[in-house]
Structures are given as C-alpha cells and as structure tokens.
C-alpha cells in the first residue's frame, strides 16, 4: 500500500469524450481504465479530475464563428486552442469512462467550469493564477506526493505534473497509466522529457504495486 498518510492518486479527465469514439479523442484513451483501477487498489487516498465546460465556453470552436476547431485565437493574453465541444455537463461525453472505478474516489475536481477560462491543470485554471481548490485540499491532508495517472499526458497530465513541481510536491507520473496525444510526432516524448528534467518521476503501474 502507498504511504496512506502523505500520498494521493491524482486520475486525471478518464472521461468519455476523451476516449475512443469522443469528440475529442486521446489514442487508446481507454486503456488506461484497467490500469488505473488496478492502482485504486494500492492507494487509500483517490482524487479524481473532470473537465466540465460550460456550451459557451472560450475553448469551442463552435462559439467563434468563422474558426475550426485547432485554430489558435489571441484569447486572454495567450494563444487560446480551440477545441470542438467536450465535456459538456449532461452529455455522456462529460462522463467517467464506464469501466473505471469511481467508487473509489474521495473527491471530484471539476476544472474548465468558467466560460472564459480554459483550463488544464489540476491546480490551476490556464491564468496560472486561479485555483481548483485542489491545493488546498491535499494541504489539508498533508499530502506530500502526487501519483498522477489519466489524459492527455502531454497535455492535462503534464500541466498538472508541472504545477505540482512548483507547489513542492514530490511528483509521480504513472506513464502506463496515462496515453498521450504526441501531436506533433516527437512532442510526448519531449513533454516526458521536460517533466523529468524538472523533477518529476516517471514510473510504472508495477512500481505502484510493488510498493
């Protein structure tokens, strides 16, 4: 069993939409469920992660007209992506994937739920400024290290890797329990890479449960 006193199971977006058949897919998203229940097994401390955007969210191409989705507007200082409509609250892509095991968790953050803000990060809203609540949460409970599992790992995953880095967590990427985008080919490799360099670990399912 990992640390119970001091650790966490962060699942991050395991949801529908994010899935094979979604709207916007991650390959292979879904094997990451048998994983990642597998891991539920070894942690006595679960925190799931859901996108949960509004239908006039700033991140959907569909509410810019003229734009499609992967188009990049000025939006808020940055470069906003944009994205075809997902994790819409009501529909079945905004759900869980089925097989995952949800009776596992703690607690559910739900990220992206300002129509202005785009969001990837566990910790933080894409503002870098604004909090999920999520920090406070594991500060109350002591929590050291974060286990990060989930998708996209080159996107949600990795923001959330490298926030935790920054608030002083001891950070865990479970790479066989993430599946990546790696678009442009090369880019997952990189982003792995990048969290490394800064301090996170990457390891597998099989270190977990060896534990």
């Not at 739920?113 to 910790?123: I, M, W």
Request: charged letters at 20%.
């Amino acid at each position: 069993m990992i640390n119970s006193n001091n650790s966490v199971l962060l699942v991050v977006d395991v949801q529908m939409d994010f899935c094979p058949a979604g709207n916007l897919p991650v390959p292979d998203g879904d094997k990451v469920v048998p994983v990642i229940n597998r891991l539920t097994q070894v942690f006595q401390r679960i925190v799931a992660i859901q996108d949960w955007h509004p239908q006039d969210h700033v991140s959907f191409a569909s509410n810019h007209p003229g734009s499609n989705p992967f188009d990049i507007l000025p939006e808020n200082g940055e470069g906003q992506i944009l994205w075809p409509d997902h994790c819409v609250p009501g529909t079945e892509g905004a759900e869980f994937h089925p097989d995952l095991d949800t009776l596992a968790f703690d607690l559910i953050v739900r990220k992206g739920t300002d129509p202005q803000l785009d969001s990837y990060s566990a910790f933080f809203e894409n503002d870098h400024k604004t909090p999920t609540g999520l920090h406070f949460y594991l500060e109350g409970l002591n929590v050291k290290s974060v286990y990060l599992a989930g998708l996209a790992l080159d996107v949600c995953v990795y923001y959330s890797a490298m926030d935790a880095l920054q608030l002083g967590y001891n950070t865990v990427v479970v790479e066989d329990a993430c599946r990546g985008i790696d678009t442009p080919p090369g880019s997952l490799e990189a982003r792995l890479d990048e969290m490394r360099n800064s301090g996170a670990h990457i390891q597998t399912a099989a270190d977990m449960e060896e534990s």
